[in-house]
């Protein structure tokens, strides 16, 4: 007698969820810029840092991860760039980084998304985005501990946090609580950066050695950047890039 | 041809899961679509024939099912479908819903209140509704 073959009707998981890691597979590291804070500067260094990579030869994504209130394109300036469709979406390159965001669909609409809303919208941009082979990804993550952050841990195993605050207590409370989190999932920390730095302190260094983690130093504050919004070349000429480019030194 | 990426996505997951099944053989993949998506089926089918071609899913009857979205506002509780709400957006407007469903959030409005807090019931992308396997 023949062996007997039963037929079984299973389910499937998201199909997206399958295709991430290969969208992924060329892409060696993977810096996420995040703060429980918002308004510390975490756009502002995920693009400084992109360009300054960029400008050393690296090839270069850029991810802006927050959907609420994109403005990595307003300092790199990414006006007429748009995304182009083969076999998927291939991200623009702006000033020479692979560029993506939700601003090249919704322009300056709001976008009020909830929570599992937000989830699928990142997981979508995951699954359709083609990075091909790149260097570094940046993600700009948004503020707090919302479903950008966990999605980020969820679906790209290999993220790297580099965490930012200002040197202000109020900041470093929430920015505690992150690192806590990251540290319980066993993220991997590159460490913490201290933005806007006014006058000396010792608040963010004492926050990373309470923590275990990488002081990478202070960005001083620079009255000059807003008139270096979509000027790279001006933005590169600054005190804070320079500053940008000794944290760097010690992440890559 | 970003329906090229979408047909991709399925058909790993279908690879996945009939690995981690143990199937012997993949007999039918009931695949739905969601129509605020806007997928070309034409388009979508060309490319799951292409992409099964040398794979365990060459044989396999793979059916495409659409499936009606609908909105329901959060805020007065009205439900509205979506052709209504999508007749009056452009080309552009279309399109990035097409990319990133979620994105009709900032395109729409609740027709009776105007609310943009509204819900996507169903028929939001692509997904697998069942594998057939045989063991």
């Known amino acids: ?252 | 041809m970003h329906e090229w990426a979408l047909a991709e996505a399925v058909i790993s997951t279908i690879l996945n899961v009939a690995k981690e099944k143990g199937a012997k053989k993949i007999i039918k993949a009931e695949i739905k679509i969601g129509t605020l998506q806007q997928i070309e089926v034409d388009v979508l089918t060309f490319a799951f024939r292409e992409l099964v071609k040398n794979t365990p899913l060459e044989k396999t009857e793979i059916k495409l099912k659409p499936e009606e979205v609908y909105f329901k506002c959060r805020v007065c509780g009205v439900r509205w479908n979506f052709s209504n709400a999508t007749s009056a957006l452009g080309r552009e407007k279309s399109e990035a819903i097409h990319f990133i469903p979620d994105l009709v959030h900032a395109f729409i409005r609740c027709p009776r209140c105007g609310s943009p807090d509204f819900e996507v019931v169903g028929g939001r992308g692509i997904w697998v509704e069942y594998i057939k396997i045989s063991k």
Do not use: Q
């Open chain 1, 1 to 252: 007698m023949g062996r007997v073959h039963k037929n079984f009707k299973v389910r499937a998981p998201d199909p997206r969820l399958a295709i991430i890691d290969e969208r992924l597979k060329d892409v060696k590291r993977i810096f996420v810029v995040v703060s429980g804070k918002g308004g510390v500067g975490k756009s502002l260094i995920a693009t400084t840092l992109s360009l300054i990579l960029t400008k050393r030869g690296r090839s270069v994504g850029l991810l802006d991860l927050d959907f609420h209130g994109p403005s990595c394109h307003i300092i790199l300036g990414t006006k007429g760039a748009m995304p182009t469709e083969e076999k998927g979406i291939i991200p623009p390159e702006v000033h020479g980084i692979k560029f993506m965001s939700v601003v090249y669909y919704v322009g300056d609409e709001p976008l009020p998304l909830r929570g599992t809303e937000i989830s699928d919208a990142f997981t979508e941009l995951l699954a359709i985005t083609k990075w091909g082979r790149v260097d570094y990804l940046i993600v700009d993550a948004p503020p707090g501990m919302g479903e950008e952050v966990l999605d980020v841990i969820r679906l790209m195993e290999r993220s790297e946090f580099l965490i930012v605050t200002t040197p202000s207590s109020l900041a470093l409370k929430t920015v505690s609580r992150l690192t806590r989190l990251l540290l319980e999932v066993r993220a991997p920390i590159l460490g913490v950066v201290e933005n806007m730095r006014i006058t000396e302190t010792k608040l963010v260094e004492e926050h990373a050695k309470k923590f275990g983690i990488k002081y990478l130093g202070p960005i001083l504050f620079d009255y000059n950047l807003e008139e270096c919004f979509s000027n790279p070349k001006k933005l590169l000429g600054t005190k804070f890039a320079r500053n940008v480019r000794d944290i760097a030194k010690k992440i890559l």
